[in-house]
């Protein structure tokens, strides 16, 4: 793998995360011992402060000697804790004092001082001050090893701080790689079989909840989906060509008989039949449209709340002169205020497709219900009528594409409708159901707006 493109992987993500995490710790560890360091100085020069000060006022009282006496008696009482001292007169000979080192040039403080305890001895470093006096110099000074000793933990205590950083990152890298690699190999595996032809495949879920898991059932649900519109479409193309072939070789047929007609009168008259026939066929492929239209555009459709009560009986009022001239009778009960949230002009054409199916496939003298009504399970609407209604074997198909029973053959229409009717519902997110009852009985059930 290039090494512009490891950044992009998972391991190599928590690995950046991990040295992001390792500098903002040497950051941390370089503020925290520089103002650790800082204080101890600070200590250390309060100390040789305070101490230089009671010299100095030994001073007042005797001068240099007062001094000398005063440090004899502070070195013959030394602790652990010691401070060093150096007094010499102007000439440079040491007074008093067992600290052995250059005199600095400058008063002031003195960082980074050698010196030795005695004679001969290992060269040492101490914070000094050095302070001028009347005839000398007084220099006292405070041994590092201690603070040098305290650096050096802090230093270790960073530095296997950092080490276990990024041990622990590395390690969390390579952990966290490899469970995403292994979440991911199989979606991959479903991919590839779909990508195969196996539609039927679904990426495995373990119920965990989480990230992965809910992605999983995601895009089961999308592949679900997919198989369905594969399946629509694959019905669709079937039924197509098994349902317009009548059609189309009857148009064939007249524009034959038209072309070889030598009475201008009937070859007209053809032209005509062929004429209607290419009509009836241009509304079957409009209502096809329509059906693919509204399960496939389901989820982009317009919807917004609407009075369904109120559009009902606009529609039952609209078929009413039909139903009542043809000899029928529509009868409805409808609650008003019923609202859902729904596309008007689709809800329209369902409740006119199941009037116009009552008015087609039922004779005269056929009492018509129209009923809506609220119920726990949603907004309830339905269609009765006590026609022939639909024999027990077609009604598993019934909602199918071109499916007609043998009863309604010969009445006019094309088996769409009720596939229609099916498809708005569905997209409302609500379901459709024949009941098995004496004449045509459907019932609807939508989700009322909240």
């Known amino acids: 793998m290039k090494p512009g493109k490891l950044w992009r992987t998972t391991s190599g993500l928590v690995t950046l995360v991990a040295l992001v995490f390792a500098l903002v710790t040497v950051a941390i560890g370089a503020i925290a011992y520089e103002v650790t360091h800082e204080a101890l100085e600070e200590q250390l020069d309060h100390r040789i402060t305070t101490e230089t000060a009671a010299l100095l006022a030994e001073a007042h009282s005797g001068g240099l000697p007062a001094i000398g006496a005063a440090i004899r008696r502070r070195e013959a009482s030394r602790s652990t804790e010691r401070l060093e001292y150096l007094l010499a007169d102007d000439g440079g000979r040491i007074a008093a004092g067992t600290m052995r080192a250059g005199l600095p040039s400058r008063a ?10 005695s004679p001969g001895g290992s060269v040492r470093i101490a914070q000094a001050l050095t302070t001028r006096v009347r005839g000398g110099t007084l220099v006292v000074g405070a041994d590092r090893a201690d603070l040098d000793a305290i650096d050096r933990r802090l230093l270790i205590l960073f530095s296997g701080a950092l080490a276990g950083m990024l041990l622990v990152g590395i390690a969390a890298a390579v952990l966290i790689g490899w469970m995403t690699r292994l979440r991911l190999e199989g979606i991959d595996a479903t991919a590839q079989a779909i990508i195969g032809g196996d539609l ?9 909840d989480s990230e992965f898991d809910r992605l999983a059932g995601t895009l089961n649900r999308m592949l679900d989906r997919i198989e369905g519109l594969m399946e629509s479409l694959r019905q669709v193309s079937s039924d197509v060509a098994h349902d317009l072939r009548t059609p189309l070789t009857r148009l064939c047929s007249s524009l034959e008989r038209a072309a070889g007609e030598a ?6 008259d053809q032209i005509e039949n062929a004429r209607g026939q290419a009509a009836e066929l241009l509304e079957i492929f409009t209502a096809l449209l329509r059906i693919a239209e509204v399960e496939g555009f389901a989820d982009r459709l317009p919807l917004h709340s609407l009075d369904l009560s109120a559009l009902v009986e606009q529609m039952a009022e609209s078929y009413r002169p039909d139903i009542e001239d043809s000899g029928r009778h529509l009868d409805t009960r409808i609650e008003p205020g019923l609202a859902v949230v729904g596309d008007r002009r689709l809800l329209s054409q369902a409740a006119a497709n199941l009037l116009d199916n009552c008015l087609r ?18 907004i ?8 022939p209604g639909i024999p027990q074997e077609d009604r598993t198909r019934i909602f199918q594409r071109f499916a007609r029973s043998e009863r309604a053959r010969s009445t006019p ?4 409708g009720l596939a229609l009717v099916q498809a708005i519902v569905s997209a409302h997110g609500g379901h459709v159901l024949l009941e098995d009852e004496e004449g045509f009985h459907l019932t609807i059930e939508l989700p009322p707006a909240s």
Do not use: C, N, W
């Not at 960082?111 to 030795?116: H, T």
């Not at 039927?200 to 373990?206: G, T």
């Open 361 to 378: 496939h039922t004779p005269e003298g056929t009492a018509i219900m129209l009923r809506a009504k609220a119920s726990p399970r949603g």
């Open 413 to 416: 229409g094309h088996g769409l």
């Open 200 to 208: 039927s495949r679904r990426v495995p879920r373990d119920g965990s």
């Open 263 to 268: 009475d201008p009168a009937a070859r007209a």
């Open 108 to 117: 002031g403080f003195e960082e980074l001082l050698e010196y030795r305890r």
């Open 380 to 387: 309830v609407l339905s269609i009765h009528d006590d026609g």
